[in-house]
């Protein structure tokens, strides 16, 4: 009878008790950091050192365009700037040479009043010249386009001997992503994300692979997915070789 008994109870605790199995959302993997290039001035592409696939280091040169008129423009900016220095210079001592004079009563106020005028107007073309040559100078610097971050190239719309226009528009020429991390990407249900929190740590199922991630972002933007709404959630993890947005994923959820 005790026997009985005892697998009478085990069975009934069977009934309510039920494994713990973390639910698997499906989705997609993205780069962490995906950035467009391009450039704020015009002119021919020169140079293309990098293709789609190659590994860039932060601050590598990419791209050159032909830089002979901006180094013009910059020779040009630091004549003219010369000039405006030793132009400055001779109405600054014009203007000391006026108001001694006119402290020995030697001239009167409205000729002191034109040596100032002249003075502002010099000094006014001297910080116009050295505005030119600021400008000068970056459209030289901008006129190489180097990597933002460490990364892989994952676009290239330009070819050498290809006239950029950025007059208007600044153009895509090149793409970088991250190659360090990826974020695996799914949409909940407010009700599913709950539970969850920034920096939380969660796994991510990438084929036969089990990664652990960090939830870096929880959306607040409703989003209709197959006529639900849902929210965006990113699980930051690491880049293990081979791995493409694109990818199906699987989130575990606690």
Same mark, same amino acid.
């Given at each position: 009878?005790? !026997? ?20 698997? +959302?499906? %989705?997609? @993997?993205?780069?962490? +950091? ?11 592409? *020169? =140079? ?9 280091? *932060? %601050? ?17 900016? !630091? ?9 400055? !210079? ?8 006026? #108001? ?25 073309? @001297? ?5 030119? @040559? ?11 386009? =180097?990597? /933002? ?6 676009? *290239? ?44 740590? @969660?796994?991510? =199922? ?15 933007? /409703?989003?209709? #997915?197959?006529?639900?709404? *849902? ?13 493409? /947005? ?7 959820? /606690?």
């Amino acid at each position: 009878m005790k !026997k009985s008994t005892n697998v009478f109870i085990v069975l009934m605790l069977g009934l309510f008790v039920f494994p713990c199995v973390a639910a698997e +959302k499906t %989705g997609e @993997l993205l780069w962490s +950091k995906r950035i467009s290039l391009s450039t704020s001035v015009s002119g021919v592409i *020169k =140079k293309v050192y990098v293709n789609v696939g190659d590994q860039v280091k *932060k %601050g590598q040169s990419l791209i050159k365009l032909d830089d002979r008129l901006f180094q013009s423009h910059v020779k040009q900016a !630091k004549a003219v700037l010369i000039r405006a220095k030793e132009t400055y !210079k001779e109405a600054k001592r014009e203007l000391d040479r006026a #108001k001694e004079l006119f402290d020995r009563d030697a001239i009167s106020v409205h000729e002191k009043q034109l040596v100032e005028i002249e003075y502002s107007n010099t000094y006014a073309h @001297l910080q116009e010249a050295e505005a030119v @040559l600021t400008q000068a100078l970056l459209d030289l610097e901008y006129s190489t386009i =180097k990597a /933002p971050i460490a990364g892989i190239v994952v676009q *290239k719309n330009i070819e050498i001997g290809e006239t950029i226009n950025n007059s208007i528009t600044a153009n895509t020429m090149m793409v970088i992503a991250g190659n360090k991390e990826m974020v695996a990407q799914v949409f909940l249900t407010s009700q599913e994300m709950m539970d969850l929190s920034n920096n939380s740590t @969660l796994d991510v =199922k990438i084929g036969d692979v089990t990664i652990s991630g960090v939830v870096v972002l929880l959306g607040q933007e /409703p989003v209709l #997915k197959d006529d639900v709404v *849902k929210y965006k959630l990113n699980v930051r993890i690491k880049r293990l070789e081979n791995l493409r /947005p694109g990818q199906m994923i699987q989130v575990m959820l /606690p």
